[in-house]
Structures are given as structure tokens and as C-alpha cells.
């Protein structure tokens, strides 16, 4: 490792060379490689952490480039996987560093497999998702392994953010330096559909970064071991109205699903959004976890308003996305359910039927 280039950062007391050694042995899991998580990753590769494991299902579109700093127009021509493309770019950035590229949909399946044993265990996760039940499976992660997670959301011109350093016997950090959890927080994640996202939303790019050096500032403390100095608060930001609020965090709930009754719903399965392929339809159907409250259609026919032509008929909400082309190139459609279950025709393959469900619908 070649310390000068890390000169101005050796300056700070906080890091210092031995810091610095000590971020060049850690290893960060990212998941989500859009707006949050590519921000995340160019600071923490240019930080000098020594591995970044980047985990993203989705490939890169014209669209992204207004707020995903680590893309080019040419990765967005070729629809190149954003992991593969970030951890391309990266490269670049800092050879020093060893990059990893999973394109696949982070779930309960692999979480575990990500973490612990993908090569090594992960020192610290920080999330750069769009959808609460993936976030809710790295808590789960997170408690029960005793990892640090550093949660983060943007849209539109608001952002939040707040680092979990869970209860465990077995965390490096003293019991009362921990966090409450994710859960403690936001016990049960928005019904699907209720919540706008940055497809229907927008999102302001300067809000995005703004949330996502946050995170990255509370990773690179964690990686040092500064855990004293990890924010015990719930930032929230509207950067349009320069308003910001910090909510004091309490103490852990010992009633809390996840971290009070260890209860990892998530991490086992339990509450996994399941696609189902329609035999002969061209069709996949998204059901939303079990227990998912019924969705406001009129309010979500609103949202999706300028994406196509919607229509309320009866428990139904169907509409045309035009800006999503299906298998046979025209638009695809959905068709809602009331308590979530959304039908994408047009479309063949589940892993594109769930992004467009998590991008409009918001699961």
C-alpha cells in the first residue's frame, strides 16, 4: 500500500497511519450500486477500504446517469450490470483496493452467504437500496451476526440516514454504545404502494450524494473503530426547504422484533416478496410480503400518472408503463391488486418483473 497518496487523510489525528492500515484490512459489503450505494463506494474506495463487495441486480440505463456518479453514457448504451460496471470504474479509481461484483438480487437466500463467507467476513454494510423489505433483511443481517449497518434512503429533495451498532455480546463495541435497530425504529415496513420512490417521485442528485457521504463518513468511523463517535441520531434532511431534524435515538426495545425478540422474519424467508412465472402468459406475478397492508389504488393511480395511462376499475388498478418496454418491445402492463399482488404483463424474466414492481409500486 502506497501511503502517500492517502497523505491528507493520514493528517487527520483521527486516522493517522495506523487508521489508515486498519481501513486498508477491512471489508465493506454494499448493497444496492444506484445513486446511494456508487457514492458510497467511489468514498470508501478512495478512502483506501480494502475491499468493497458490491451486490446489484439491475443493469445501467440512461436514466441513472443523472445522480450515479460512476456510470458513463457507454455503460448505459450497453446495459451493463451496475456492479460490474461500478466495480470497473472503481478499479480505476484506486487499484490498490479488491473489488467484488455480484449481479444478483440480494435476499434471503445469499445475505448470509454475502456476508460471512464471500470472501471473508464483511466489517460493515451500508445500504444503498430502494425498498424497505431488503432493508429490513439487512437488519435482520446485521443484528444476528452483530455486523454494523448503516441505513440510508433519498427521494425526491429528502434523505435520512442512521447507523445501527446492534445489542450482541459478541460486538467489538461496549453494550452501551449500541444502537437501536432498524426495526426499533420503523417497526413494520410501508404497505406496498404507499410510499413514493424515485421513479415516481424524482430525486433531487444533490440530496442523494449529500445522504450517501453521511453513510460513508459513519462506515469509515466504524471501520476505524471510533465507535464513541458513530452518530446516535435519526438525520432527516429536506435539502429544497433547507430543512433538517435530528431525532435522539433510545435505547435499544427489548420488545423489538428483530434485535429485543430476535426474530429474523426476514432473513429466513418469511417475509420475501415471491414472483411467480404465468404458465403460456408472458406474465409474472409479484406477491408482496405476507401481512402487507392493502394499498390506497386511487393514490397510487396518482403516482403513476406520468408514466403511462391508469385506470381504477373496481378492486383493480391496470395501467401501460410507457417507458418500460416488455419481451416484444412495446410497453409493459400491471395490473394491481388491493392487498399488493401486481401481475407485470409483457414481462418474462421475475428478476426484471420485481424491479419494475420495486421501482412503480414501491414493495
Same mark, same amino acid.
Given at each position: !500500500?502506497?501511503?502517500?497518496?492517502?497523505?491528507?487523510? &493520514?493528517?487527520?489525528?483521527?486516522? #493517522? %497511519?495506523?487508521?489508515?492500515?486498519?481501513?486498508?484490512?477491512?471489508?465493506?459489503?454494499?448493497?444496492?450500486?444506484?445513486?446511494?450505494?456508487?457514492?458510497?463506494?467511489?468514498?470508501?474506495?478512495?478512502?483506501?477500504?480494502?475491499?468493497? =463487495?458490491?451486490?446489484?441486480?439491475?443493469?445501467?440505463?440512461?436514466? /441513472?446517469?443523472?445522480?450515479?456518479?460512476?456510470?458513463?453514457?457507454?455503460?448505459?448504451?450497453?446495459?451493463?450490470?451496475?456492479?460490474?460496471?461500478?466495480?470497473?470504474?472503481?478499479?480505476?479509481?484506486?487499484?490498490?483496493?479488491?473489488?467484488?461484483?455480484?449481479?444478483?438480487?440480494?435476499?434471503?437466500?445469499?445475505?448470509?452467504?454475502?456476508?460471512?463467507?464471500?470472501?471473508?467476513?464483511? $466489517?460493515?454494510?451500508?445500504?444503498?437500496?430502494?425498498?424497505?423489505?431488503?432493508? *429490513? &433483511?439487512?437488519?435482520?443481517?446485521?443484528?444476528? *451476526?452483530?455486523? +454494523?449497518?448503516?441505513?440510508?434512503?433519498?427521494?425526491?429533495?429528502?434523505?435520512?440516514? !442512521?447507523?445501527?451498532?446492534?445489542?450482541?455480546?459478541?460486538? +467489538?463495541?461496549? @453494550?452501551?454504545?449500541?444502537?437501536?435497530?432498524?426495526?426499533?425504529?420503523?417497526?413494520?415496513?410501508?404497505?406496498?404502494?404507499?410510499?413514493? @420512490?424515485?421513479?415516481?417521485?424524482?430525486?433531487?442528485?444533490?440530496?442523494?450524494?449529500?445522504?450517501?457521504?453521511?453513510?460513508?463518513?459513519?462506515?469509515?468511523?466504524?471501520?476505524?473503530?471510533?465507535?464513541?463517535?458513530?452518530?446516535?441520531?435519526?438525520? /432527516?434532511?429536506?435539502?429544497?426547504?433547507?430543512?433538517?431534524?435530528?431525532?435522539?435515538?433510545?435505547? +435499544?426495545?427489548?420488545?423489538?422484533?428483530?434485535?429485543?425478540?430476535?426474530?429474523?422474519?426476514?432473513?429466513? #424467508?418469511?417475509?420475501?416478496?415471491? @414472483? @411467480?412465472?404465468?404458465?403460456?402468459?408472458?406474465?409474472?406475478?409479484? =406477491?408482496?410480503?405476507?401481512? $402487507?397492508?392493502?394499498?390506497?389504488?386511487?393514490?397510487?393511480?396518482?403516482?403513476?400518472?406520468?408514466?403511462?395511462?391508469?385506470?381504477?376499475?373496481?378492486?383493480?388498478?391496470?395501467?401501460?408503463?410507457?417507458? %418500460?418496454?416488455?419481451?416484444?418491445?412495446?410497453?409493459?402492463?400491471? =395490473?394491481?391488486?388491493?392487498? #399488493?399482488?401486481?401481475?407485470?404483463?409483457?414481462?418474462?424474466?421475475?428478476?426484471?418483473?420485481?424491479?419494475?414492481?420495486?421501482? *412503480?409500486?414501491?414493495?
Amino acid at each position: !500500500m502506497d501511503l502517500q497518496r492517502y497523505h491528507r487523510q &493520514l493528517l487527520l489525528p483521527q486516522v #493517522g %497511519e495506523e487508521g489508515q492500515r486498519r481501513l486498508a484490512s477491512s471489508h465493506a459489503l454494499i448493497v444496492g450500486c444506484g445513486a446511494l450505494g456508487s457514492c458510497q463506494a467511489e468514498i470508501l474506495a478512495r478512502a483506501g477500504v480494502g475491499r468493497l =463487495t458490491l451486490v446489484d441486480r439491475d443493469c445501467v440505463e440512461l436514466t /441513472n446517469l443523472q445522480r450515479q456518479v460512476l456510470f458513463r453514457e457507454q455503460d448505459a448504451r450497453e446495459g451493463v450490470p451496475k456492479a460490474q460496471a461500478a466495480k470497473q470504474q472503481l478499479k480505476e479509481i484506486n487499484s490498490d483496493i479488491t473489488v467484488g461484483a455480484v449481479v444478483d438480487d440480494f435476499n434471503f437466500t445469499n445475505a448470509e452467504r454475502l456476508a460471512l463467507h464471500a470472501p471473508d467476513r464483511v $466489517n460493515v454494510i451500508l445500504d444503498g437500496l430502494d425498498n424497505f423489505q431488503t432493508r *429490513y &433483511l439487512l437488519n435482520d443481517l446485521a443484528v444476528k *451476526y452483530a455486523l +454494523p449497518y448503516v441505513y440510508g434512503g433519498a427521494v425526491s429533495t429528502q434523505g435520512m440516514m !442512521m447507523p445501527v451498532l446492534p445489542l450482541a455480546d459478541s460486538a +467489538p463495541w461496549e @453494550t452501551g454504545e449500541s444502537t437501536p435497530c432498524l426495526r426499533c425504529i420503523f417497526e413494520e415496513e410501508p404497505a406496498a404502494g404507499s410510499t413514493p @420512490t424515485c421513479d415516481t417521485a424524482g430525486v433531487l442528485s444533490p440530496v442523494v450524494i449529500l445522504i450517501a457521504s453521511l453513510q460513508a463518513a459513519e462506515a469509515i468511523k466504524i471501520l476505524l473503530g471510533k465507535y464513541k463517535d458513530v452518530r446516535r441520531t435519526l438525520f /432527516n434532511i429536506d435539502i429544497w426547504s433547507n430543512r433538517i431534524h435530528e431525532m435522539a435515538l433510545p435505547a +435499544p426495545n427489548p420488545d423489538c422484533h428483530c434485535c429485543g425478540r430476535r426474530d429474523f422474519t426476514y432473513l429466513v #424467508g418469511e417475509r420475501n416478496t415471491r @414472483t @411467480t412465472s404465468l404458465c403460456g402468459t408472458g406474465s409474472v406475478q409479484v =406477491t408482496p410480503t405476507v401481512g $402487507n397492508k392493502d394499498i390506497d389504488l386511487s393514490a397510487l393511480a396518482e403516482r403513476l400518472a406520468p408514466h403511462g395511462v391508469f385506470e381504477l376499475k373496481g378492486m383493480l388498478l391496470r395501467g401501460t408503463l410507457e417507458n %418500460e418496454k416488455g419481451d416484444n418491445g412495446q410497453p409493459c402492463k400491471l =395490473t394491481v391488486f388491493p392487498n #399488493g399482488r401486481t401481475i407485470v404483463n409483457g414481462i418474462s424474466d421475475p428478476a426484471r418483473a420485481l424491479t419494475i414492481h420495486a421501482r *412503480y409500486i414501491g414493495a
